[in-house]
């Protein structure tokens, strides 16, 4: 019979996964941002998260476990997705805006695995680990409050602000012609 240890065990395996193929994507999205601000945010996480797979291998050694990785199919879903974003909005304004969208869906995924750890492990009485994950779970909660502010103070207006362009250009293309038609 599964146990609430075998649980917790198995999802700490799961984000041990998920942190080691952040470390490997977020490079990527630091490539494709074109906003220094977001570059910085993400290289900043990176590091972050770097400190995370250290962590969770003392949250395995607190429970007697050597750490183990169990594939993460949610992260290489969303990393997948976050690939296809990038390549989609390449050079459009909305690229930063897109990035962010991604990077938010997998600190969401990552939020909802901490909170669930951490309290399994205060249930499971391991106040150690309960501390590491608590505080892994407030820097992932910091992170994603950092890409909402850089998307609300920059990236969703950069891509509203080009949108926009292009709809006056549009209605200015539509007036010439108008113009065109009737000299005509």
């Not at 952040?22 to 290289?43: D, E, F, G, N, Y």
């Not at 249930?123 to 850089?150: C, S, Y």
């Not at 949108?163 to 005509?184: G, I, S, Y």
């Amino acid at each position: 019979m599964k146990t609430l240890q075998d649980l917790f065990l198995g999802e700490l395996a799961d984000i041990y996964d998920a942190e080691h193929r952040l470390v490997k994507a977020l490079p990527k999205m630091v490539k494709a941002a074109t906003c220094t601000h977001l570059q910085k945010a993400i290289l900043a996480h990176l590091k972050e998260t770097e400190g995370h797979v250290l962590k969770l291998e003392q949250v395995f050694a607190c429970f007697d476990e050597k750490a183990k990785a169990k594939k993460c199919e949610a992260t290489v879903g969303l990393l997948l997705e976050g690939d296809e974003i990038a390549a989609e909005y390449k050079g459009s304004p909305a690229i930063n805006a897109a990035l962010i969208s991604a990077a938010q869906k997998v600190e969401h995924y990552e939020i909802a695995s901490y909170g669930c750890l951490h309290e399994w492990a205060v249930k499971l009485g391991n106040k150690k680990a309960a501390g590491i994950l608590q505080g892994i779970l407030k820097e992932e909660e910091a992170a994603n409050d950092a890409l909402t502010e850089l998307a609300r103070d920059r990236s969703n207006d950069e891509a509203m602000d080009e949108a926009d362009d292009e709809k006056r250009l549009d209605e200015k293309t539509n007036k010439v012609r108008q113009v065109l038609a009737t000299t005509r």
